[in-house]
């Protein structure tokens, strides 16, 4: 029997973040793989005692409460001193961490999942105690790690060109999208509601001042067009950015939306804008497309690689490149509708299935393929 473990000590007790589903999902096709093959493997989670409710009704799932305070300082020093103690007590062969870092110690196998690449891509949108932290820790974090797993075969790319030497244990496992979108592409509807869907924590690579500033520039012949924002803006990037084009009156600002809510705005917008200067993935695109909502995206990082032919591609830099694909939806439904359909086609090639699958092959010693 294989004592496998996901350190799951970046989920939270609320809400999941876009790495905590990650972890959420993979924990829950872990355990009913496990289950189909007969239950040959042991399943253990690491997590805060706050977070236990998100793994509690996973069957086959042991789970380890990790006592300390909340925070990321915490949870880092907990992943080193307390966590190498508790895989050794536990007899784990193998051990995930899902967040870029994690311990380095206390198993035979150690995969380390780096998600995006832009604190050495675009590291001076960064405060620089994080850009320092982030540089050297995930370094030392990879470079100790049996293998490195990116999400996309460009942040592969990049981890490379800044660490050569993860080169020989570094594979692409890609993600899957977040929500259950319908079964088959849901209708599309005659006149779309003018408002073009922003999906993101804003933080600073998430680049919203183009955006706004074209939608802002086409309001002069679309008098109805907004911009609606769902998520947070911790760093006030966004409000920067209304105060800088008098746009508080068309762009509106929505938290603590639910799925079902989600769901429904993706459905009735005019398109989903992605106008990031790097990501690592983008589960926004997926979700979208899953929906059956048009995908304008950045032509920078794995936006391409994810989105495929299911979306218009601009420059993040450039307003006027933003406002052509706006409008080309807008001018030209039979553009808006070949994304629908090109769209979803393309976000069915990526399961949760076959991720948990290839990150298991992973960590019980084989070699997932790469993507892309």
């Known amino acids: 029997m294989t004592v496998i473990a996901v350190n799951a000590m970046i989920v939270e007790a609320g809400r999941l973040s876009g790495i905590g589903h990650y972890?959420?999902?993979?924990?829950?096709?872990?355990?009913?793989?496990?289950?189909?093959?007969?239950?040959?493997?042991?399943?253990?989670?690491?997590?805060?005692?706050?977070?236990?409710?998100?793994?509690?009704?996973?069957?086959?799932?042991?789970?380890?409460?990790?006592?300390?305070?909340?925070?990321?300082?915490?949870?880092?020093?907990n992943e080193q001193l307390c966590l190498p103690r508790m895989l050794r007590r536990d007899k784990v062969d193998a051990v995930l961490n899902p967040?870029?870092?994690?311990?380095?110690?206390?198993?035979?196998?150690?995969?380390?999942?780096?998600?995006?690449?832009?604190?050495?891509?675009?590291?001076?949108?960064?405060?620089?105690?994080?850009?320092?932290?982030?540089?050297?820790f995930v370094a030392y974090c990879c470079r100790r790690s049996t293998r490195v797993v990116t999400t996309a075969a460009s942040t592969m790319r990049d981890l490379l060109r800044h660490f050569p030497d993860l080169t020989d244990k570094i594979s692409v496992v890609p993600m899957a999208n977040r929500l259950p979108g319908p079964l088959s592409l849901p209708p599309s509807e005659a006149a779309p509601t003018r408002f073009v869907l922003l999906v993101a924590a804003l933080t600073g690579n998430k680049n919203p001042g183009p955006l706004v500033a074209a939608v802002g520039e086409l309001r002069h012949r679309y008098p109805d067009l907004t911009l609606v924002h769902v998520g947070k803006d911790p760093e006030g990037i966004l409000e920067a950015t209304i105060r800088q084009h008098d746009a508080s009156n068309w762009v509106v600002r929505r938290r603590n939306v639910s799925?079902?809510?989600?769901?429904?705005?993706?459905?009735?917008?005019?398109?989903?804008?992605?106008?990031?200067?790097?990501?690592?993935?983008?589960?926004?695109?997926?979700?979208?497309?899953?929906?059956?909502?048009?995908?304008?995206?950045?032509?920078?990082?794995?936006?391409?690689?994810?989105?495929?032919?299911?979306?218009?591609?601009?420059?993040?830099?450039?307003?006027?490149?933003?406002?052509?694909?706006?409008?080309?939806?807008?001018?030209?439904?039979?553009?808006?509708?070949?994304?629908?359909?090109?769209?979803?086609?393309n976000q069915q090639?990526?399961?949760?299935?076959?991720?948990?699958?290839?990150?298991?092959?992973?960590l019980l010693g084989g070699a997932a393929p790469s993507f892309g």
């Open 99 to 136: 967040a870029f870092t994690g311990p380095v110690r206390g198993a035979r196998m150690i995969v380390t999942t780096v998600h995006d690449p832009y604190f050495l891509v675009i590291p001076d949108l960064l405060p620089r105690p994080q850009r320092l932290y982030l540089r050297v």
């Open 349 to 362: 090639r990526f399961t949760w299935e076959k991720t948990a699958r290839e990150m298991l092959d992973i």
């Open 259 to 345: 799925d079902e809510e989600l769901g429904t705005l993706y459905r009735q917008c005019l398109c989903v804008a992605v106008p990031s200067l790097c990501e690592g993935f983008g589960l926004p695109v997926l979700e979208a497309q899953a929906f059956g909502a048009p995908v304008i995206s950045s032509d920078r990082g794995a936006l391409p690689e994810v989105g495929g032919q299911g979306a218009l591609y601009f420059d993040p830099t450039k307003v006027t490149e933003i406002k052509a694909a706006i409008a080309e939806l807008i001018d030209v439904p039979t553009t808006r509708e070949a994304l629908r359909q090109i769209g979803f086609q």
């Open 23 to 77: 972890t959420v999902q993979l924990v829950q096709w872990f355990a009913q793989i496990n289950r189909e093959q007969g239950g040959h493997n042991r399943l253990l989670v690491y997590c805060r005692p706050s977070a236990a409710n998100h793994f509690v009704a996973i069957e086959g799932v042991e789970l380890r409460a990790v006592a300390g305070q909340d925070g990321r300082v915490a949870r880092v020093l």
